[in-house]
């Protein structure tokens, strides 16, 4: 079973800092997905990657897909309250422990 | 509906008890998914349903847990004799074919006491 491994577990900055947040797997992803969720509703997808070295941006988010496919980043530039929230990444129906994100006024 | 909808929103109810949650997924969405998050957690799989193929129950806990689809549409995930540990947000998710973008609706909340 293809384990998802996310880092940091929790990650608690000032607003207009810069992040970046990891997802790393024991083997090869075929297509990887990164949700963000809010509390009280279910995730909401932000990006599908495929691609080894794709980059794929989303206003101030930047989503990269390593080389091998083993593993996926999210930047996020000048971070803003807006952007708390449990960030996930997921391949097919398995889905990591999350990155819990709190940006503070 | 427009979304995925799930009911009930909140179920309290003692231990021992057998609940039944429900699952609309959106219309003409094959996959259908349940998943359990405790408290700060993650998402853990439970079980996946993909047109008339069989269901992936990987994921079920223990055999307390069963879960069926009915004519590709309506889902109900039932937990027998539940326990306290079965306390979590249940999510449901459909997509229009496997392991693409997955809808997830607003999930149900248990409270075993």
């Known amino acids: 079973t293809q384990l998802l491994e996310q880092s940091p577990q929790f990650l608690s900055i000032q607003e207009g800092e810069n992040l970046t947040v990891y997802c790393n797997s024991s083997?090869?992803?075929?297509?990887l997905q990164w949700y963000r969720q809010e509390p009280g509703e279910g995730p909401v997808l932000l990006v599908t990657v495929v691609t080894g070295g794709e980059v794929k941006k989303l206003k101030r988010l930047t989503f990269q897909f390593g080389d091998a496919r083993k593993d996926s980043s999210l930047h996020i530039t000048a971070a803003q309250t807006g952007d708390t929230g449990l960030y996930l990444c997921a391949e097919a129906k398995r889905f990591g422990a999350g990155t819990r994100l709190t940006v503070k006024p | 509906g427009a979304g995925v909808s799930q009911s009930p929103s909140n179920k309290v109810t003692e231990k021992g008890k057998d609940v039944e949650l429900r699952c609309d997924p959106i219309s003409g969405h094959t996959a259908l998914y349940w998943y359990r998050q405790s408290l700060g957690q993650g998402l853990e799989f439970l079980i996946y349903?993909?047109?008339?193929?069989?269901?992936?129950k990987s994921g079920l806990p223990s055999d307390r847990f069963s879960a069926e689809r009915t004519g590709g549409s309506v889902s109900t995930l039932t937990i027998q004799r539940t326990q306290q540990e079965d306390s979590a947000v249940y999510l449901c998710?459909?997509?229009?074919?496997?392991?693409?973008?997955?809808?997830f609706g607003q999930g149900t909340r248990l409270t075993v006491v």
């Open positions: 083997s090869v992803f075929s297509s």
């Open positions: 998710a459909s997509s229009l074919q496997g392991h693409t973008e997955a809808f």
């Open positions: 349903f993909q047109g008339n193929s069989a269901p992936d």
